[in-house]
């Protein structure tokens, strides 16, 4: 049996407004925010607003309603960065790769040629974030 949810996790702070983010998407089922140490340019974290720590929690018709915002957030990341293409990411359990125990999604715009940063290595700037923010914003109200 897996642990139990974390309410304490700093995804479920961001949710009640604890943590500042830089929200790009949010609606009854979802948030979407920039990640503030991006991998890529636009790297976005999308993550639901039901408790649930991996995918493999999440009850399964909540999941579908989900993956639909994680689906349209990264149509906008893509379009707003003129990406060639998109990387999605999900990782479950420390084993899996997971850090932080609330289910999300990584959106990251691709170009061929142009590598990941490695995970955690920077922080970004806050006019960066912002800047970001606001072109995903823009790209999902034209949707």
Known sequence: MPPA????????KILRGEIPSYRVYEDDV???????????DGHVLVIPKFPARTLLDAD??????????VQKVARAVK????????TIQQFNEQAGGQV????HFHVLPRWEGIELRPPASFMEKPEVLEANRAKIAAALAKS
């Open 79 to 86: 379009d707003a960065f003129g990406a060639e293409g998109i």
């Open 5 to 12: 949810y974390d309410t304490n996790n700093v995804f479920a």
């Open 60 to 69: 399964p018709d909540a999941l579908g309603e989900l993956i639909q915002r």
């Open 30 to 40: 979802a948030l979407a925010f920039m990640d503030i140490m991006p991998r890529i």
């Open 100 to 103: 932080i125990f609330h289910l």
